[in-house]
Every structure is written in structure tokens, then in C-alpha cells.
């Protein structure tokens, strides 16, 4: 495995576990930031670019 794939694989593992780590402890606070996002159509289009933007970023880095 290339050194770039074990980067992103603990990158993105790590993210993942303090995302949902968070999402388990603040549970009505997850519920209302998801519920407060999807009524903005501004906040989710951010989201959504910024979520397109790493994507490519990882898919262009990582093409093998």
C-alpha cells in the first residue's frame, strides 16, 4: 500500500469516529443542526460543495 492510502485511511477513520463520537454524546444537538441544515437551502448547498470539493480533492490525489 502506498503511504498516501494509509494517510487517508486514518484521515478519514479518525474524522469518522469523532463525528459519530460526537453525534452519540450531543444527541438533540445533532438533531437540531441536521434539522436547522435541511430547512436552509444556503447552508446546504455549502455543505454540499465543500463535501464535492474534498471528494474530488481525495479522488484526484488518491487515483490509482
Known sequence: MSSRTIFLARLLGLYCLIVALFMFTHRQATI??????????????????????AGLAMVLGHNI
Not at 32 to 48: A, H, N, P, R, Y
Open 32 to 53: 437540531d443542526i441536521v434539522t436547522q441544515m435541511v430547512q436552509s437551502q444556503v447552508q446546504l448547498f455549502f455543505v454540499g460543495l465543500i463535501g464535492i470539493s
